[in-house]
């Protein structure tokens, strides 16, 4: 049986997911999802707006969760995004935001300076 997807949407309750507190809640959410299977599909259905500070807090704070490679890269394969925009202009936008977000979290040069920043924004109080 598949697990429903993280509507983020009804998780954060508005049309669009632009603060950073809000992309902390789908942190959260996704981390709660890995731990109970392993996996979690994210759907941005009835979003009009996201913004880097969104996915930032969001995606890249689930990727830095864990200290390894290894375990980065694990996280990154688990987890599919759907419905990302509601038009194919934007829907690439927010893919390549994604996609910086997962290069630079397993990007071995790249990772040390990208932690302590993605740390400091998304672990601030």
């Known amino acids: 049986m598949m ?22 809640l789908l942190a959260d959410q996704l981390e709660e999802m890995w731990h109970h299977n392993g ?12 913004t880097s500070a969104f996915l930032n807090a969001a ?9 390894s490679l290894s375990d980065r890269q694990a996280r990154a394969r688990a987890v599919e995004f759907i419905d ?12 390549h935001m994604l996609s910086q977000i997962t290069r630079k979290a397993l990007d071995a040069q ?16």
């Open 110 to 125: 790249y990772s040390q300076q990208y932690d302590e920043a993605l740390n400091e924004a998304a672990y601030a109080a």
């Open 3 to 24: 697990d429903s997807p993280i509507v983020v949407r009804t998780l954060i309750g508005k049309a669009n997911a632009i603060l950073d507190k809000d992309g902390r």
């Open 39 to 50: 996996h979690a599909t994210v759907s941005f259905a009835d979003i009009n707006h996201v």
């Open 84 to 95: 990302l925009a509601p038009d194919a202009h934007r829907t690439e936008i927010v893919q």
């Open 59 to 67: 995606w890249g704070r689930f990727l830095l969760h864990v200290g």
